[in-house]
Structures are given as structure tokens and as C-alpha cells.
């Protein structure tokens, strides 16, 4: 849909005055961040994607230590529900501590990739990995078994699955892991500040768009122009879900390395459990073709998936590490960035900003207004 607005004064209740900035171009640009909320397909990779009771089982085990070996902890415990599902922590802990910092499990449903890597192509492959991780969960596929069938959940699981006492152990895993996708595919951040000023600009409702703050409007303006951020975080997610050198130091010691994408890559390559794999329920193999074209170079080395902005106020601290503990030393961050550090054989994306006070402070006020609500 065209806007054939300009940019203009507009005149509210009470002759308070207050400007929209954009021009047509940035307005285009605005559009294209949503609408919001983005609807939801299920999941074809799997038979419960959407079903009802798998969401109340997975919700279920998402907050019971059952899915640990040793029931010392939940999902919940790395993914806070009340610290939008991730925690304040720099770095995961799981039965030690981890390289990776926990990243928020709102707005998942649908992307191509998962985890800082993309070691998954499903969102039900992510959710199995950690039960059986030996410094996650460290369920074995017979102990996880073995488990449920002792549960309290056992009714639930065979109302949905069948008998568990004859299916194989690594059916009975993966199963699992797909009530937790079912649950994980229902949370998403709702409507905000910024979604009403983008569908005000839609409906050419100047008068609605100019309550969304001037501070907010400058920052977005450096969002989609000077700052380029627009490149990485784009769509309605504010991702593009894809792999990219952010400056981050990725060494772990003199020694060791975070070979993120590359990594991710050789991960998801070896196993059995992708959307090409025989544990999808998608007889038409829907997405495989990405795991099947994908290739591994030297440039993945160091790349992580590239985060949604929607609720980034609420997920501090931030880099696939940790290492930055809020928004401010995030925009500096890429303001000062050392573009010596960065691949010489990756992307030319990033260069420093050089930003004003006034503009992290403008850029800081845009990506709070993609967790205020209206």
C-alpha cells in the first residue's frame, strides 16, 4: 500500500503542537516493520504444531524439572517467564557455565533458523537438543523415557501420542521435544508504541503518528538511514534470522574459540534431526531444500543469528556473549566498532558511527519503543 504522505506539523487537542519527522521514503521504510502481530502458520514439520493439548503439555514440561536427568531444573530456569524467557545472567548455566548468553524464546514460530549458530532448522529440534545436551539436561533418550513414563504427565503424553511403553525411546524424545515447540510457538511479544505509529502512518493518520515520541522518530530515522541497522534487523521481527559479524570478540580463552555459524553449520550437518530428516511429519518435506543447499566457508567463522528486536528493552544483557549489559553500551558498541576485528573476508556492513550524545540517546529511545506497550 503507498502512503502519499509528507512529512508535516500537526496540530492536536489543546493546540499542542508536535511533528511527524519522516519523509515519504522513511515512511515506506516504517511500513515495512510490520503489521504486528504477524500471523501464525503451523508447523507442518510437526503433527502437533497448534494442537491444544500438546501447548498445555508442553507449557507443562517447560516448568518441571522432569525434563532433567537428575531433576535439578526446568527450561524455566534458563528461560525465565518472568524475565522474557531469558534471564539476567551474561552466560547460560546450565550444570556449568556456558559460552552463551540465554536468548529470549518469544517469537520464534516460523523462522529458518535457531540458536546463535543455527545448529537447528525446526523449532522442535532446538527445543531437543538441550534435554539431551550432557551440560543442559543430560537426559539420555532411555532416561527421558523412563522419566515421562514415571511422570505425572504420563495420561497427557499417551492422550496425544499413544502407548509409550512401545515406542522407541528416541521416538518418545522427539515427541517430547515437539510439545515444547507446540508451547514455545504460542509466545510472542505483543503490540507496542511503535506499532501504533507504523499503522497510524498506514491509515495517513498523521494525527495518531505524531503521539509517537520525537526522540523516538530520530532514532528511527538513524535506525533505517545513517546506522544501516535496518540491513540485519529488518521484516516485521526486526531480523533478518540470518548469520553476520557484529564486532563481538568470539576467543573463550587464548586457546579456544566460538566458531559460532561454522560451527552451528557442522552441528546441524551430523545429525538426524532437520527438516530433510525421517523425524519431520511433513511428508512433502517442506524447508529441506535450505538444509540441503546450505554450505560451510571460512567466513562463518565468528557469525551469529541475528536477534529480533521486539521486547529488546526487556532482554539485557545483549551479544551472543553477554558481554554488553545494556542498550546504551550496545549503541556505542557499534558507534565506537573496531572495524579492524571484523572478518577481511566477511561483509563490509558495519563502520563506525561516530554517534552524538543526543543520537544514542534518540536510537536508545526507538528500541525502548519496541517494548513499551500503546
Known sequence: MKVLVTAAFVVLAGAVHAEVLLSDDEIQQTLSFGPWPISFQSDPSNRVSSDTRAIALGAALFNDPVLSADSAFSCARCHDPEQAFTTSDARALGRVLLDRNTPSLRNLAGLRWYGWGGKSDSLWAASLHPIIEEQEMAHSKESLKTAISESTYINDFEAIFGDIQIQDPELVLVNTAKTLSAYLETLATGRTQFDDFRDALENQDLAAAANYPEAAQRGLQLFIGRGNCVFCHNGPRFSNNE??????????????????????????????????????????????????????????????????????????????DGSLIDLDAVIRHYSEIDTERLHADGEAILSELNLSEQEIADLAAFLESLSKSP
Do not use: C, I
Not at 524447508?287 to 532482554?315: I, K, M, N, Q
Open 243 to 320: 548469520f553476520h559479524d557484529a564486532g563481538v570478540p568470539y576467543f573463550l580463552s587464548e586457546t579456544e574459540v566460538d566458531n559460532g555459524r561454522f560451527g552451528g553449520l557442522n552441528f546441524l550437518l551430523s545429525h538426524a534431526y532437520t527438516l530433510d530428516g525421517s523425524w519431520s511429519d511433513d511428508p512433502e518435506k517442506q524447508g529441506a531444500w535450505v538444509v540441503r543447499s546450505v554450505r560451510r566457508s571460512h567466513s562463518d567463522f565468528g557469525t551469529f543469528r541475528t536477534p529480533s528486536l521486539r521486547g529488546v528493552a526487556e532482554t539485557a544483557p545483549y551479544m551472543h
